[in-house]
């Protein structure tokens, strides 16, 4: 299967058993939630990644997922409040609760109650519940309608859909956590609520003060991410659609097509694209998917998707190995219907003009025309490979690095399937020749199309500038 598949490891996948039954059942990555946990449970997890790692010769990845400023109510000791459609409920600061005798919910975000207006919308629990503010009773209170019936636990995320709130994409708890990611030997960092670009480049100099730089991947869940998307993919190294906030921030009637919207333009830029979020939600409790979320992971991988993302499902829902296998299967079909009649061929390069681009537009072209058996390319940062994968070609696509950072973050594109190259050899292009040599992959007579770097007389620039049909 082309498209990766992210499993998030949780209670239900904690030990060396299930991580090693997600791996051979498809699983490329693994996300860590930062959201729960604590540095012992994650440090034992990475420790038991690395060794299925060692023990099964796949390339697996780990990306820290970091919490971000997601807005929570507080518990003033009131309980929970069971809402009604027509229900008033009063939302304001700590502490202004005791003047009223209504239902109150409370948020320690006075910036935001400030800011809201007749009219404005507001969920709690994941969208469930809904409200309208009515009338504004103090600075730091307002009054709102329930839309519909639901319950209104303490400690629960709040949203304010359509509105921008102006809260650092990093905190305090984030900056501890990336430490602890960092001194885990993570391989790519998730950073939560992205609003701009320079959300992304703050957590780029906070790297720095560890020394080193990890794959950013940017978490679209915001209607301000969405205005700057065009700046935020170029900052990051990935995105990911977040529909669980995205949708309750936006029009959900509008998600499909902003989903679609993003993947495009992130297969034009040639950045890895991941699609998270209840995608096979029913399996947490069923061994079996239901027709809807079938369609959605399918729709997913013909939108263009490089990853697809397991949250519940595999961190804590009964069946996490059989939701893998399940995932593959529907992958495996969505692939074979992309490859069918309807295949036209590599997709141009989003920017023709740049020579890197339409070379590995070039390459894909020419495996496709001789019916090659794959693209084996060699390629230090990774980035020739990320381009190949951008073109979606119907070969697999063999990613040599000896980095092995770049080796861990091209897990994260479509069709790409990194590899260890022989550094004994100095040429890029003869490593790759001896890797398909050397590979029981290929057969003799099989025929390859090899791209890499070869530098020109006394100059030490080997960016990718090779091109070739090479036959074992």
């Not at 499909?256 to 993003?262: A, D, E, G, S, V």
Request: hydrophobic share 40%; with cysteine.
């Amino acid at each position: 299967m082309r498209t990766k598949i992210i499993a998030t490891l949780g209670p239900g996948t904690q030990t060396k058993e299930a991580v090693k039954g997600l791996a051979e059942a498809g699983a490329r990555i693994f996300r860590l939630n930062f959201s729960h946990g604590g540095k012992e449970f994650f440090e034992k997890l990475v420790k038991i990644i690395r060794e299925v790692e060692a023990e099964t010769g796949f390339v697996l990845t780990i990306m820290q997922d970091l919490s971000g400023p997601k807005i929570r109510t507080c518990d003033i000791g009131r309980g929970t409040i069971d809402a009604v459609k027509g229900t008033e409920v009063l939302l304001g600061v700590p502490g202004l609760e005791v003047e009223f005798k209504e239902p109150y919910i409370c948020l320690d975000q006075a910036e935001i109650i400030k800011s809201l207006k007749v009219g404005e919308a507001v969920a709690l629990s994941d969208g469930m519940l809904r409200f309208n503010v009515t009338e504004r009773v103090d600075e730091y209170v307002v009054r709102m309608v329930a839309e519909n019936s639901g319950m209104a636990p303490p400690r629960k995320g709040i949203a304010f859909p359509g509105k921008t709130t102006t809260l650092e994409a990093v905190t305090v708890k984030d900056k501890a956590d990336l430490a602890i990611g960092m001194e885990l030997g993570v391989d790519a960092v998730a950073i939560s609520y992205v609003q701009r670009a320079e959300d992304i480049v703050g957590l780029k100099r906070l790297m720095d003060e560890h020394g080193r730089q990890l794959p950013i991947v940017a978490k679209l869940e915001r209607p301000a991410a969405i205005q700057n998307l065009e700046r935020i993919i170029e900052e990051s190294s990935g995105i990911m659609v977040a529909r669980g906030d995205l949708g309750l921030e936006c029009d959900l009637a509008t998600l499909p097509t902003l989903q679609k919207r993003i993947i495009n333009a992130c297969n034009a830029a040639g950045k890895p694209v991941i699609v998270a979020t209840q995608m096979l939600l029913s399996m947490c409790n069923n061994p079996m998917p239901t027709r809807a979320e079938t369609t959605d992971v399918a729709n997913a991988i013909l939108d263009g998707a490089d990853c697809i993302m397991l949250s519940e499902e595999t961190a804590i829902g009964k069946y996490p190995i059989e939701t893998v296998q399940f995932m593959v299967k529907i992958g495996e079909a969505a692939e074979q219907y992309r490859f069918e009649d309807v295949y036209e061929g590599p997709r141009t390069p989003g920017d023709q003009a740049q020579p890197a681009k339409f070379l590995a537009y070039a390459a894909c072209l020419l495996a496709d025309k001789t019916r090659s058996k794959a693209l084996v390319s060699h390629s230090t940062s990774g980035t020739t490979a990320r381009t190949l994968s951008a073109c979606r070609p119907r070969q697999p696509i063999y990613a040599l690095s000896p980095d092995t950072r770049a080796r861990h973050f091209s897990n994260l594109s479509w069709g790409v399937i990194p590899a260890i190259p022989d550094e004994r050899i100095d040429s890029h292009q003869e490593r790759a020749e001896k890797f398909v040599q050397d590979s029981p992959l290929f057969s003799e007579g099989d025929t390859v199309v090899v791209t890499a770097g070869q530098p020109t007389k006394n100059k030490l620039n080997k960016q990718t500038n090779v091109v070739k049909v090479y036959e074992k």
